[in-house]
């Protein structure tokens, strides 16, 4: 009997989505500007990142 194993790398780019979205929402509802709402969506792409890279890789399930 063999052990089906998943491949959860396919949904990797949820995480960097959801940190540009909500980095982009969170700095346009405290700012108002555009251009703070794009350097929200870099910080949040980055927090994204990290927390992929950080927190989810190194999990056991």
């Known amino acids: 009997m063999m052990i089906k194993q998943e491949d959860n790398s396919k949904y990797d780019w949820a995480?960097?989505?959801?940190?540009?979205?909500?980095?982009?929402?969170?700095?346009?509802?405290?700012?108002?500007?555009?251009?703070?709402?794009v350097l929200g969506g870099i910080i949040g792409f980055i927090f994204g990142a990290v927390f992929l890279n950080g927190i989810v890789k190194g999990r056991e399930y």
């Open 15 to 37: 995480y960097y989505v959801l940190g540009l979205v909500f980095g982009i929402l969170t700095a346009a509802i405290i700012s108002g500007s555009f251009l703070w709402s």
